[in-house]
């Protein structure tokens, strides 16, 4: 069992910046895979980035290409997407989530957090 708590999330004007993280409890979190998530009402969960248990290799859409980063501290069980240049259609609820790769379905991944929401005003 992992559990996930996501933070960070707020209000920011475009061409701002977030960091989102999420912090996880449990004793197989290091050896997983970790994504980030984001969902719009009435939309399908939409994959935004994913990095590997070692924090070596990520995965990113291509929306978000050159302007988020994601990483992780597995010594603190946290991973962080660092999100710059943010755009109104950035706007949405993020999830993070432990997978086995770096996939891009959200059918792909185990655990959850409850998501935190992100906010970016033109």
């Known amino acids: 069992q992992v559990q996930l708590v996501e933070s960070g999330g707020g209000r920011v004007q475009a061409g701002g910046s977030l960091r989102l993280s999420c912090a996880a409890a449990?004793?197989?979190?290091?050896?997983?895979?970790a994504g980030w998530f984001r969902q719009t009402p009435g939309k399908e969960r939409e994959f935004v980035a994913a990095?590997?248990?070692?924090?070596?290799?990520?995965n990113y859409a291509d929306s978000v290409k050159g302007r988020f980063t994601i990483s992780r501290d597995n010594a603190k069980n946290t991973v962080y997407l660092r999100m710059n240049s943010l755009k109104p259609e950035d706007t949405a609820v993020y999830y993070c989530?432990?997978?086995?790769?770096?996939?891009?379905?959200?059918?792909?991944?185990?655990?959850w957090g409850q998501g935190t929401q992100v906010t970016v005003s033109s």
């Open positions: 449990g004793r197989t979190f290091w050896n997983n895979a």
């Open positions: 990095v590997s248990w070692s924090g070596r290799s990520t």
């Open positions: 989530a432990t997978g086995r790769g770096l996939e891009t379905k959200y059918t792909e991944y185990d655990y």
